[in-house]
């Protein structure tokens, strides 16, 4: 069964830190195109950040640039999402999701239509 499960959301202060995992079974991860997208209360869904399975390049949102870093442990068949300095805007629901075709042509983090396998998400609240 194809699964993606995200875990280490929680409440954290505003300057806070949290790292959010996501765990696959029955693929591999580092064959696809990983993204981990976030949808706040009344916003639509925002690609945080993504990693290509090609060259391992990366791609942030200017909302969390020099604030967050994605990584993937292969051995693990996990991949992370440290967030640092978190704000109250960071507050939504984080999801991850794999794009299984990983067209060459597209950016690093294309559209969320483009992911097929999604996780349940997991909520981060920044707040004080």
């Known amino acids: 069964q194809v699964q993606l499960v995200e875990s280490g959301g929680g409440l954290v202060q505003p300057g806070g830190s949290l790292r959010l995992s996501c765990a696959a079974s029955?693929?591999?991860?580092?064959?696809?195109?990983l993204g981990w997208f976030r949808r706040a209360p009344g916003k639509e869904r925002e690609g945080v950040s993504c990693?290509?399975?090609?060259?391992?390049?990366?791609y942030y949102a200017d909302s969390v640039k020099g604030r967050f870093t994605v990584s993937k442990d292969n051995v693990k068949n996990t991949v992370y999402l440290q967030m640092n300095s978190l704000k109250p805007e960071d507050t939504a629901v984080y999801y991850c999701?794999?794009?299984?075709?990983?067209?060459?042509?597209?950016?690093?983090?294309?559209?969320?239509?483009?992911?097929?396998?999604w996780g349940e998400g997991t909520l981060v609240t920044v707040s004080s």
């Open positions: 999701a794999i794009d299984l075709v990983d067209r060459r042509e597209l950016p690093v983090c294309p559209p969320y239509r483009y992911f097929e396998i």
């Open positions: 990693i290509s399975s090609r060259d391992g390049s990366t």
């Open positions: 029955g693929f591999t991860l580092d064959s696809y195109r």
